[in-house]
């Protein structure tokens, strides 16, 4: 796979949680982090994604923001 987004996290798929049109998939990426993804129901479908797959998180955004406490 190629593609041009450079923030790629490799993981593990520990939960696929369907709606009426999206799904949220959680991902854990190690050290007790799990990052969440929200995609539609067809594109679980397709991509055939399940507990246990190993996944890539693919992260594009144009806005990054910090926060402390």
Known sequence: ????????IKGTVVGVK????????????GGGQIVT?????EAVDELG??????V???IKA????IAVD
């Open 62 to 65: 144009s806005d990054v923001m």
């Open 18 to 29: 369907k709606g009426a049109t999206t799904s949220h998939i959680r991902v854990d990426i």
């Open 1 to 8: 796979m190629r593609i041009s987004a450079r923030n790629q």
């Open 37 to 41: 993804s929200s995609i539609t129901n």
């Open 49 to 54: 994604i399940k507990a246990g797959d190993h």
């Open 56 to 58: 890539t998180a693919v």
